[in-house]
């Protein structure tokens, strides 16, 4: 099966840096993908890791470690705007091939003044 | 970019109604697509994948005669909960992805709440 851990809520000055961590317990995966998701909206897309490393879009960037079984996402520059939730995700590949996803527990990022 | 499209965007209705919720890739076809639930302050937890064509993938413990999935068409796919009760009020949530592999991300309706009374 899957699991992937992430903090439940975690709070930031506008204008900093937040690190968003993801552990995860899974038999193989072929990528992380990272979404967000405002109150009562749909989630979008941010970033994917196919590899080890670092992977930079705009203010955001995503991290893949897969000997620590962990990836991160960071977000810089927060604005007001990124108060949201996020959740890593993965597609395990016994999903028989229809590339289903697999949610983290999702955390809740609050960006104050 | 790829749009899915949702709808209804809200539903309250009684106990023991039948409530159909419509999925639409707007500029891909979709030969498969994702439901998914969620519950306040969670996860979105996946309920089924819909096959166009055949019959609808269930996860462990979703009841297939409880949420009817259709997908009659390669742009289309509907989920019904039937005969709903207070504990059905979720919001549930479609996604598909426009190309292959791992790496497109799966584009999401903007979800239906739904309200059982």
């Known amino acids: 099966g899957q699991s992937l851990e992430q903090p439940s809520e975690v709070t930031a000055v506008e204008g900093a840096i937040v690190q968003i961590n993801c552990t995860y317990q899974?038999?193989?995966?072929?990528?992380l993908s990272w979404y967000q998701q405002h109150d009562g909206g749909a989630p979008t897309f941010l970033s994917y890791?196919?590899?080890?490393g670092l992977e930079e879009t705009g203010r955001f960037s995503s991290f893949l470690s897969r000997s620590d079984s962990y990836g991160y996402l960071l977000l810089q520059e927060l604005q007001m705007k990124d108060s949201a939730s996020y959740f890593c995700?993965?597609?395990?590949?016994?999903?028989?091939?229809?590339?289903?996803?697999?949610f983290g527990t999702g955390t809740k990022l609050q960006v104050i003044p | 970019g790829a749009v899915v499209s949702q709808h209804p965007s809200w539903v309250i209705c009684k106990s023991g109604t039948s409530v159909k919720i419509e999925c639409r890739s707007l500029?891909?076809?979709?030969?498969?697509m994702f439901w998914y639930r969620q519950f306040p302050k969670q996860s979105l937890m996946l309920m089924a994948t819909?096959?166009?064509?055949?019959?609808?993938?269930?996860e462990q413990g979703v009841e297939k005669d409880k949420f009817l999935i259709n997908h009659a068409s390669l742009t289309l796919s509907t989920l019904t909960v039937t005969s709903a009760h207070p504990e059905d009020s979720s919001f549930y949530i479609c996604?598909?992805?426009?190309?292959?592999?791992?790496?497109?991300?799966?584009?999401f309706g903007d979800g239906t709440r739904l309200s059982i009374l």
């Open positions: 995700a993965v597609s395990p590949p016994d999903s028989g091939g229809y590339q289903k996803v697999t």
């Open positions: 890791n196919a590899l080890d």
């Open positions: 500029d891909f076809q979709a030969t498969t």
């Open positions: 819909s096959n166009e064509g055949s019959k609808a993938t269930y």
């Open positions: 996604s598909a992805r426009p190309g292959q592999g791992d790496s497109q991300p799966q584009h």
């Open positions: 899974t038999s193989g995966f072929y990528g």
